[in-house]
């Protein structure tokens, strides 16, 4: 049984900070499974619980922490396929070829380029050769060799 003086320094030592087990050792013949049932019965919790200011900013903190882990992990995994298309497919993309146009007449846009004109498109101009093309073909005789390599 508990007296209402031990009730009382049981509250008293709990509101200081003391364990049950420091509280029950100062009581001498309490064991800490008694004292942790009254305090129980007391209503006596250690709250734990943060301030709802400090909840929200620690978990601002935790999202920003595991925003910065994701974008670091889809940037190592970019990183990571574009290592393995280099090694697959060459350290270095060839230098773009030159291409030499034959006495070309201006450069036609693909609009007015005719059937028998010559529809290869050197550069990134989207601009026609413009020659005679082949017979049944598309290109001139100098494009038509560059197509067909």
Request: hydrophobic letters at 30%.
């Amino acid at each position: 049984m508990w007296t209402d003086k031990e009730k009382a320094q049981v509250k008293a030592w709990w509101h200081k900070g003391a364990t049950a087990s420091e509280i029950s050792t100062r009581l001498r013949g309490k064991s800490r499974s008694a004292v942790q049932a009254l305090l129980c019965r007391l209503g006596l919790k250690r709250s734990r619980a943060l301030p709802p200011d400090e909840r929200l900013q620690r978990r601002r903190e935790r999202n920003r922490r595991a925003q910065r882990s994701y974008e670091q992990r889809h940037k190592a995994k970019i990183r990571v396929k574009r290592q393995q298309k280099r090694r697959i497919y060459g350290l270095e993309r060839p230098p773009p070829r030159t291409i030499a146009l034959p006495d070309a007449p201006a450069a036609l846009s693909i609009l007015e380029v005719r059937a028998s004109q010559c529809r290869f498109m050197p550069g990134t101009g989207y601009l026609c050769c413009g020659l005679p093309a082949e017979p049944n073909s598309s290109w001139c005789e100098k494009h038509q060799e560059i197509v067909f390599e």
